[in-house]
């Protein structure tokens, strides 16, 4: 494995270290012809699923791809690439056995516009798909079939993202949601982004706990920003330095680092809950950006079909294992739970 890029330390600005820029991965995977539009790892650690679905030798252009808790399975939204935005067929899903690719299930009727995110509740017993036809569609893993009527958005869905808890986030072109699954309602409902320049809420993650929502806009409102639960309020100053619009966001398995991809050439990591600039690597239109299960390492892929390995520093993880350990020790043994708005999920099944 080829020695990484020298970091080159960057002055202080506002009491914080600006990060390096790292401009060589540690490796370079190639074969696609379109860009990659979905990254997903395997639980096993050894495996990670692409855009296009190279594996497959499908055709479609993919929309959006996850993989199930045991990693048995891929489920992608696919569609004939017509160059057209407006036209590109995402709503249908395929579900795939991950070893041979034989088809399990599909496609899965439902939606009527572009899927462009997909996620699996962390027990892995539920699906959900976002689409922009407004909709957001609970499938059971077990039997691929709806588990009731789809939830209604009243926009465009962007993002869709599983609470620890069991509640779901929704990110809108509009606003950002947050559901009750269990008793199908919307618990909580607020602007996000789009108070800032009318801009689009364009990806959404939870921290650990489930105290806060971190999101990410587009070009109108370019940085992150912070949601406390329990009040919907943005806590902290928003996360800058990007003039682009941010296409993904995800946290680190341990929930210290957050990693943002966006087409202003960048995949950036960010320490929690700093929102400190700890690292910064140059990925062409940077789309999708993931963790390695162990947490060492980043995937990226962008417009070049390419998708490229990253390391993240020593001391970038040590100094996250720092800050981690410190919360521990100064929590009293028996951890209170989040002041959540949302209610715990129900124990019942749908």
């Known amino acids: 494995m080829p020695d990484e890029a020298p970091v080159k330390q960057s002055s202080m ?31 096993d650690g050894e495996r ?9 030798d499908a055709k479609e252009a993919i929309g959006a791809l996850v993989i199930s808790g ?24 395929w579900v795939r056995d991950a070893e041979t690719g034989r088809v399990v299930a599909g496609p899965l009727d439902g939606h009527t516009n572009i899927v462009l ?22 499938w059971d893993t077990k039997t691929w079939q709806k588990k009731g009527d789809p939830l209604k958005c009243g926009a465009h869905v962007t993002w869709v993202r599983f609470s620890p808890t069991g509640e779901l986030g929704v990110a809108t072109r509009e606003d950002i949601q947050i559901w009750d699954l269990y008793r199908r309602e919307r618990l909580a409902q607020f602007k996000g982004h789009a108070n800032f320049n009318n801009s689009c809420n364009w990806s959404l993650t939870w921290t650990c706990d489930g105290s806060h929502l971190l999101s990410a806009g587009d070009q109108n409102d370019s940085v992150l920003r912070s949601w406390d639960t329990s009040t919907l309020k943005q806590t902290g100053n928003p996360w800058t330095g990007r003039d682009r619009e941010i296409c993904n966001i995800i946290l680190n398995p341990a929930g210290t680092l957050l990693a943002s991809a966006s087409d202003d050439q960048t995949v950036r990591l960010w320490q929690l809950p700093t929102g400190t600039e700890v690292a910064r690597y140059e990925q062409n239109d940077a789309f999708r950006v993931a963790f390695s299960v162990d947490g060492h390492f980043i995937f990226s892929s962008g417009l070049d079909g390419k998708m490229s390995q990253w390391v993240i520093p020593e001391d970038v993880l040590a100094a996250a294992r720092g800050d981690h350990m410190a919360v521990e020790l100064n929590t009293e ?7 959540f708005l949302c209610t715990p999920a129900h124990p019942h099944p749908l």
Request: hydrophobic share 30%; aromatic share 8%.
């Open 13 to 43: 600005q506002d009491g914080k270290q600006l990060a390096g820029t790292h401009k060589d991965p540690v490796k370079t995977f190639e074969g696609h012809q379109k860009e990659i539009t979905s990254i997903s790892t395997f639980p």
């Open 70 to 93: 045991d990693g048995g399975q891929v489920v992608s939204a696919e569609g004939y690439n017509t160059h057209d935005y407006d036209k590109m067929v995402y709503w249908q899903l």
């Open 333 to 339: 043994v028996a951890t209170p739970k989040p002041k």
């Open 48 to 56: 990670i699923a692409t855009g296009e679905m190279k594996k497959w």
């Open 117 to 138: 995110n997909l996620d699996i509740s962390s027990d892995g017993g539920i699906m959900a798909s976002g689409s922009y036809d407004g909709t957001v569609i609970l």
